[in-house]
């Protein structure tokens, strides 16, 4: 990252308002329900193997809505199981939002929630530190990975939780979407090095093949409405494009060289569509399942 600039994550207030505009202005949810409901349930269906009592770990797991989806679909799949769900957040914020959607929720009694407001790194310290035994059935890493400074070895960890049949689900924006252009471009001046700020599911496609491991993989279409980001001084605009380059105040604080450059490739159709006058962005997103060490 350009030294004069400083990483949106070290803003929570800041990066807050941007993901929720975010989610507004992108089917990115939208695409994620719609695997959850018509591809997920295949997925899960071994991990019960005649259990009566499940273990989940959500890594990432934000407000809970996602989270909240595929728990649906396991209590589809299984009726008769209870459920321990291991719930790991670093934001007080989104901690706070997924607490209240569950106590607005009813049939939620057969799910045991555990908060653990940390991060990924601190939860597998915490983890090591108490020697765990415990094994989990189904593991997800939903839009996280960005946020560690070694994805390879974060996967390694929580797939060495998996139970017999247990199942590791990881989703991150595909490296054919439009962020897969972007930082590919622009890595060296946008990206975090103190973490994995610009890695996509073909980063972690490429992992998995030089270490030998198995996993299944898929493609969700999603776009996002980044017209805004062309009206120079428009507040929601300025919230979009801090979220697309995940910098602070990026049109503030970048050169006008680098703002020029990542707005004209915003605008490229390798990244985005122009339809009755608004401007699309390919948010495509990947998910990769991968099995329990063996």
């Not at 057969?110 to 108490?130: D, G, L, P, V």
């Not at 990542?262 to 399942?289: A, T, Y």
Request: net charge negative; glycine share 6%.
């Amino acid at each position: 990252m350009a030294s004069s600039l400083r990483s949106l994550v070290n803003d929570d207030s800041r990066y807050q308002k941007c993901f929720q505009l975010f989610l507004e202005r992108s089917s990115e949810h939208q695409s994620m329900r719609d695997f959850i409901h018509n591809t997920l349930p295949d997925i899960l269906g071994s991990i019960g193997n005649g259990k009566s009592h499940l273990n989940i770990i959500g890594v990432g797991s934000g407000a809970g809505e996602i989270d909240l989806e595929m728990l649906s679909e396991l209590r589809l799949k299984y009726p008769e199981v209870t459920v321990d769900n291991e719930v790991v957040e670093p934001s007080v914020t989104q901690l706070q939002s997924y607490r209240a959607l569950v106590s607005q929720k009813p049939c939620l009694d057969y799910i045991k929630f555990s908060w653990n407001q940390m991060t990924a790194i601190e939860f597998e310290e915490h983890w090591r530190a108490k020697t765990m035994t415990k094994k989990a059935d189904f593991i997800h890493m939903i839009q996280m990975l960005y946020y560690v400074k070694d994805p390879g070895a974060t996967i390694n960890f929580f797939r060495s939780l998996l139970d017999n049949n247990g199942k590791l689900l990881i989703i991150l924006v595909s490296g054919e979407s439009g962020w897969g252009k972007l930082w590919r471009s622009y890595r060296t001046q946008l990206c975090n090095a103190e973490i994995s700020q610009c890695v996509t599911t073909g980063d972690i496609r490429g992992l998995l093949d030089r270490q030998g491991v198995s996993y299944q993989s898929y493609e969700l279409p999603s776009q996002m409405e980044i017209t805004e980001c062309f009206a120079e001084g428009d507040e929601k605009g300025e919230l979009l494009l801090d979220f697309l380059t995940e910098v602070l105040d990026f049109s503030k604080t970048a050169s006008p060289e680098l703002r020029a450059g990542v707005l004209e490739l915003l605008r490229h159709p390798d990244c985005s569509v122009e339809s009755n006058g608004k401007v699309v962005f390919n948010n495509n997103l990947g998910v990769i399942v991968i099995d329990q060490l063996t």
